[in-house]
Antibody
Framework: QLQLQESGPGLVKPSETLSLTCSVSGGSISGGTYYWGWIRQPPGKGLEWIGNIFYSGNTYYNPSLKSRVTMSVDTSKNQFSLKVSSLNAADTAVYYC???????????????WGQGTMVIVSS | DIQMTQSPSSLSASVGDRVTITCRANQGIRTDLGWYQQKPGKAPKRLIYAASTLQSGVPSRFSGSGSGTEFTLTISSLQPEDFATYYCLQHNSYPLTFGGGTKVEIK
């Protein structure tokens, strides 16, 4: 049973860089045709897609965040990571990692999710 | 970017009611759409993918339909555990975009 688990600091100061890691267990991050994604949700608000990464390093980012976001993969640790720079209060959110399956006829986005990690941007 | 307009933003319904939620895309997305259920403090759970394919393990009272620009999620007989917020997600093109959500509350 594939499981995802986010980890990172719960509190980050404005203007600093947030670093989050998603650890994948029960399966290989480089097995199959999967992208790995990050989604966030500000308190009381809806879901926002941040980006997807393939194990090879190919990435897609949300243009609204692209200048501040970097995603990476560490296949040796079966993990993928998210960095968001120049943080401000609007980046306060629950951050989720999730699996995105690429199929022949259609994709199957975000079938498995981590539990989420709350990040507060505050001095 | 493809915009997903979800309606209503909230609704009140009783156990046993039939509930329909709609998502409209501002351009055609074939059937590249999923539906997610989220309960407070929990990660979203996928219910439907490819617009109408039921995720394994999801009760058959949930169904999805539509293609192109208009999609619906129907709960045929609302159960107590169905009170939650529902989101659609288009994955026809990047950036992926979610609808604004529909909160289903108890009447």
């Amino acid at each position: 049973q594939l499981q995802l688990q986010e980890s990172g600091p719960g509190l980050v100061k404005p203007s600093e860089t947030l670093s989050l890691t998603c650890s994948v267990s029960g399966g290989s991050i480089s097995g199959g045709t999967y992208y790995w994604g990050w989604i966030r949700q500000p308190p009381g608000k809806g879901l926002e897609w941040i980006g997807n990464i393939f194990y090879s390093g190919n990435t897609y980012y949300n243009p609204s965040l692209k200048s501040r976001v970097t995603m990476s993969v560490d296949t040796s640790k079966n993990q993928f990571s998210l960095k968001v720079s120049s943080l401000n209060a609007a980046d306060t959110a629950v951050y989720y990692c999730a699996r995105y399956v690429v199929g022949y006829s259609w994709d199957e986005p975000f079938d498995i999710w981590g539990q989420g990690t709350m990040v507060i941007v505050s001095s | 970017d493809i915009q997903m307009t979800q309606s209503p933003s909230s609704l009140s319904a009783s156990v046993g009611d039939r509930v329909t939620i709609t998502c409209r895309a501002n351009q055609g997305i074939r059937t590249d759409l999923g539906w997610y259920q989220q309960k407070p403090g929990k990660a979203p759970k996928r219910l439907i993918y490819a617009a109408s394919t039921l995720q394994s393990g999801v009760p058959s009272r949930f169904s999805g339909s539509g293609s192109g620009t208009e999609f619906t999620l129907t709960i045929s007989s609302l159960q107590p555990e169905d009170f939650a917020t529902y989101y659609c997600l288009q994955h026809n093109s990047y950036p992926l975009t979610f609808g604004g959500g529909t909160k289903v509350e108890i009447k």
